[in-house]
Every structure is written in structure tokens, then in C-alpha cells.
């Protein structure tokens, strides 16, 4: 079967607070279907946490008599929690990442300081290796290894659909930023070279919008449309070119403002801290550490 032939049914859900979009995949065939990269809400100038995205995404699955066969991270979020872990206990699907997230986890250990800490991947059911193969029904899956924004990113290639999360943005939006501990502008080319080298009539999901100068979320391209329109692709001839560019206007942003919070949650499969004497969960702020 050429998989570039076979169209997923996919949906996404918008999450306007983050810019996030978390999507549901499907094989309309078969009717199982994956969750790519789900959110877990939470306010953190109340420290509250909520299951809405979560919830809206089971209600659409339940309507749409879908069974989910996959829980996918695209690599560990910087801008929101993760409801992987909550997703799996509610549906009973194994969870999935790219292998390469024990070097976030490895990382970002020493950051919080959790010497204890587990870096070996065990909070997921299934790390998947560069290059391999699974499937969302009878759709068959790879997994393409695209680092760069961070050490573990991975896009998840279904049929003729691709989910790039923090590489490309839409065309009028650019690429993904390069700056956090572990990430490299130079290797965030390379692996948009890679995403560029699927044939032209592949569907492209980024996993973000930022609502380039107030128009509506947008979270749908392809292949073509990206090499001819993104601002940063078209204007780069050279990976110099593109490393320039982009660390240039890294030096301009602020980080996430839930990087802090979220890293601890998501390097932990999306789990959130254990209760302590009291009931309650705390997470760990470390100052002056970026």
C-alpha cells in the first residue's frame, strides 16, 4: 500500500489560550483512531487544572464511534500540560513518544533538581525509534525524527497526513523557535528539509497558530504550499541563512510563559505532581535557571 495515497479522517481542536492544536486521527474504515498531542487545562494564576480539551475531544470520539488505538506526544510541550496520561486512564490506550525523549528527561532533571527522577522514558507505553512504523487502524504510520525546537521532537507521518508540530508553523507564520535548552536552529533546518522531502500533496498539521495579524486559527497546509509560501523557507536559501534568521528573532521573544510549569508535567508523560501530606500538588519553580 503507498501510504501517501491513504487520507486519515483528521480533526483539530483549538486551544486559543495556548495557540495549541491537539487533533484526533482516524481511519474512517476501521473508526480507530489516534489522539496527537492533548491538553490538560490549567490556569497558573489560579494553579488550577481542568480537563475541558480533554473532554471535548472523548465527546467527539464518543459521537463519532471512534476507538482509540494511540496516544501520541510530538515531544514534550513547553506552552501547556499534557492529558496523555489522563487520556490513557480514561480510554485505556498506550501512550507514545519519540525514544530521544530521555534526553529532555536528562536534561531537564538537573534543572529541577530531581536526582531521583526516572530518565528512561518509562512513563510512556511505547518510544518510538527514527524511522518506525505503526499503524491508526489500517492507515499505515511512521515516525520521522525532527529535532530542533527541542532534543525529542518526532513527526508523525499517517497516510498522506503529516503532524509537524514546533517546525513549521503556517505559512505566514514561519518556523518554530530553536532557543530552549536543547534546541539548535541548525538542526531545526535540517528537519524541516526532511518534512519538505514528503511528496508535495502531503497534508501538513503544525501545532500551533498564533493568528498571523488577527486572521481566524489556521492548522492546515501542505507540503507545496510551504515550500513556495513560508515566510522563513522562501526567504533562506542556505541552512546558514535559516540560522541567522532564526536566532536573530529568538534573541527578540520572551520564553513561554508555562515553560516552568509545564516541563515537570510533561517530561512525567503529562502526569502531575504526587498530592503530599496535606492532599494537595505542588509543582517546583526553579528561579534564574533560563
Known amino acids: 500500500m503507498d501510504a501517501s495515497s491513504v487520507k486519515?479522517?483528521?480533526?483539530?481542536?483549538?486551544d486559543a489560550p495556548s495557540g495549541s492544536i491537539q487533533y484526533v486521527v482516524a481511519d474512517p474504515q476501521t473508526r480507530r483512531c489516534a489522539?496527537?498531542?492533548?491538553?490538560?487545562?490549567?490556569d497558573e494564576k489560579s494553579g488550577a487544572t481542568a480537563t475541558k480539551n480533554a473532554d471535548a475531544v472523548l465527546a467527539f470520539i464518543g459521537e463519532s464511534g471512534f476507538e482509540v488505538e494511540w496516544i501520541l506526544d510530538t515531544h514534550?510541550?513547553?506552552?501547556?500540560?499534557?492529558?496523555a496520561h489522563h487520556l490513557s486512564e480514561r480510554t485505556g490506550a498506550p501512550t507514545a513518544i519519540g525514544e530521544k525523549v530521555v534526553d529532555v528527561q536528562k536534561l531537564w532533571k538537573v534543572i529541577y533538581n530531581w536526582p531521583d527522577f526516572p530518565a528512561d522514558g518509562s512513563q510512556w507505553d511505547r518510544l518510538f525509534?527514527?524511522?518506525?512504523?505503526?499503524?491508526?487502524g489500517n492507515i499505515p504510520a511512521r515516525v520521522l525524527f525532527s529535532p530542533g525546537h527541542t532534543l525529542a521532537s518526532v513527526t508523525y507521518v499517517i497516510g498522506d497526513a503529516a503532524f509537524v508540530h514546533d517546525t513549521l508553523f503556517m505559512p505566514d507564520s514561519g518556523t518554530a523557535r530553536a532557543d530552549f535548552p536543547g534546541g539548535s536552529a541548525a538542526r531545526l533546518w535540517r528537519s524541516i528539509q526532511n518534512i519538505l522531502a514528503l511528496p508535495d500533496e502531503t497534508r501538513l498539521f503544525v501545532g500551533h497558530d498564533y493568528q498571523a495579524e488577527g486572521r481566524e486559527p489556521l492548522w492546515e497546509s501542505t507540503v507545496a504550499e510551504q515550500k513556495s509560501k513560508n515566510i522563513d523557507v522562501a526567504a533562506c536559501r542556505t541552512e546558514a541563512d535559516f540560522v541567522a534568521l532564526r536566532e536573530?528573532?529568538?534573541?527578540?521573544?520572551?520564553?513561554?510563559?508555562?515553560?516552568?510549569?509545564?516541563?515537570?508535567?510533561?517530561?512525567?508523560g503529562g502526569r502531575l505532581p504526587e498530592p503530599e501530606s496535606n492532599g494537595r500538588r505542588y509543582l517546583k519553580f526553579p528561579l534564574d535557571c533560563l
Open 8 to 14: 486519515p479522517q483528521v480533526t483539530g481542536f483549538y
Open 35 to 42: 489522539i496527537i498531542d492533548p491538553i490538560l487545562d490549567f
Open 76 to 83: 514534550p510541550h513547553a506552552d501547556h500540560f499534557s492529558a
Open 129 to 136: 525509534a527514527d524511522g518506525e512504523s505503526f499503524s491508526v
Open 248 to 268: 536573530a528573532r529568538d534573541r527578540t521573544l520572551p520564553m513561554p510563559r508555562l515553560i516552568l510549569h509545564a516541563l515537570q508535567v510533561n517530561m512525567n
